[in-house]
């Protein structure tokens, strides 16, 4: 019984154990786009500008199933309130735009099976999900000019009055997910399509929050562009009053076409015959 336990297991293992392990390189060219506090309305499914995005990765493929990623993607995301539907941000208007670069690890799997090198297994879906690093910058436009947001502490961010409001860091941890598809061109070149959505730790990808600090106050401490940067509403706004919502962290997506090459021996060399796939013993 231990003896016919052992061969099953082997027979199960086989597929994943059968085929090389390789190295791809490749690139990928598309879209990028945020939600967060300046979402053209008030539902969280709701997205901010769609912007470009661009980005290189490298895969390291065990087998048929599973794949691991180091990727580096760069590219811009934006919103307005001049754009919103919600009548209250619309008045608030407030707007930013931000380049970020983005460096991730994934893990992904092949729901098909994928196998460029014989051919065997041209086409299939895969879902992905890792950790990452990104590094982003908002800025707004005024007199002309695009401004740096972070270093205004547009909400009151060191001040003694509010000892919970640190100015935030230009780098938060994200969490990609989400899926794709790839097509073996040749037994070298691979095409394929990919979106994710990623899950940030910080709430300042577009410099919006909390509330706000009284003009008065913002003008005393940071200077008339701090205050001006903050309260874009054209009405006084008072401390405490709604500017932002903490409860949710930002998100952000990616998306686009991908180009990869496969860095292994190629199958043309054994006139692309089909693997003889290795069996198990029958009884």
Request: aromatic share 14%; charged share 20%.
């Amino acid at each position: 019984m231990k003896k016919l336990i052992n061969i099953i297991a082997l027979c199960l293992l086989l597929p994943a154990i059968s085929n090389s392990q390789y190295l791809e390189i490749g690139g990928i060219g598309g879209f990028s786009t945020y939600s967060g506090d300046l979402n053209p309305t008030t539902k969280r499914t709701s997205h901010g500008e769609f912007r470009y995005s661009i980005g290189g990765f490298l895969r390291y493929n065990f087998n048929d199933y599973f794949t691991a990623k180091l990727g580096i993607s760069a590219g811009r995301l934006s919103a307005r309130d001049y754009d919103s539907q919600d009548a209250g941000r619309k008045s608030r208007n407030l707007q930013f735009k931000s380049v970020f670069v983005e460096s991730a690890f994934t893990i992904e799997y092949n729901i098909l099976g994928y196998e460029p090198k014989f051919m065997t297994k041209r086409i299939s879906p895969y879902i992905f999900a890792g950790v990452g690093v990104i590094n982003f910058n908002p800025k707004t436009l005024y007199n002309g000019e695009w401004v740096e947001l972070q270093p205004l502490n547009t909400e009151g961010q060191g001040l003694p009055e509010f000892p919970g409001r640190k100015p935030y860091k230009k780098v938060a941890i994200a969490f990609p997910f989400g899926f794709g598809l790839k097509v073996a061109l040749t037994d070298r070149f691979n095409i394929g399509f990919e979106a994710g959505l990623r899950k940030t730790t910080t709430d300042y990808l577009d410099d919006v929050s909390t509330t706000y600090v009284a003009d008065d106050i913002m003008n005393e401490r940071y200077g008339s562009v701090s205050a001006q940067l903050a309260n874009r509403s054209g009405t006084p706004k008072e401390t405490g009053a709604i500017r932002g919502n903490s409860e949710y962290k930002d998100w952000y997506a990616i998306g686009g076409i991908t180009i990869s090459y496969n860095l292994t021996e190629s199958g043309n060399q054994y006139g692309r015959r089909r693997r003889k796939p290795m069996g198990c013993p029958t009884f």
